[in-house]
């Protein structure tokens, strides 16, 4: 089974395979949207696009986005970087979600 990757999660299988500053953003990607998710839960509904895929090139075209990570938070407000704080605003004002 270690030998076929399975004793590792999903997310981290052939993760090795990548520089280690791109192992650290996808840590630091996972974090935050760890974090997103057990904050509000079912008020909000996280979607992540591989900007790799045609479908993720096609929302990057969308939204022009040019630099990444770029949240976008109820099909407008588009916010670029790591910037927390910031993004937690955008999701609560634009989705009425409570903060805790």
């Given at each position: 089974m ?6 590792q999660a999903?997310?981290?299988r ?6 280690p500053?791109?192992?650290?953003e996808?840590?630091?990607l996972s974090d935050v949207v760890l974090?997103l ?10 979607r992540?696009?591989d900007p790799?895929?045609l479908q993720?090139l ?5 939204y022009w ?9 109820e ?8 910037n927390?704080?910031q ?8 989705g009425?979600?409570?903060?805790s």
């Amino acid at each position: 089974m270690a030998h076929a990757n399975l004793d590792q999660a999903p997310h981290e299988r052939g993760l090795d395979e990548y520089p280690p500053e791109w192992q650290e953003e996808f840590q630091r990607l996972s974090d935050v949207v760890l974090e997103l998710s057990t904050r509000y839960r079912d008020s909000i509904l996280i979607r992540i696009w591989d900007p790799r895929s045609l479908q993720g090139l096609m929302k990057s075209i969308r939204y022009w986005v040019r630099h990444y990570p770029t949240f976008i938070v109820e099909g407008q407000e588009k916010v670029t970087g790591w910037n927390v704080e910031q993004l937690e605003q955008h999701i609560v004002t634009a989705g009425g979600v409570p903060h805790s």
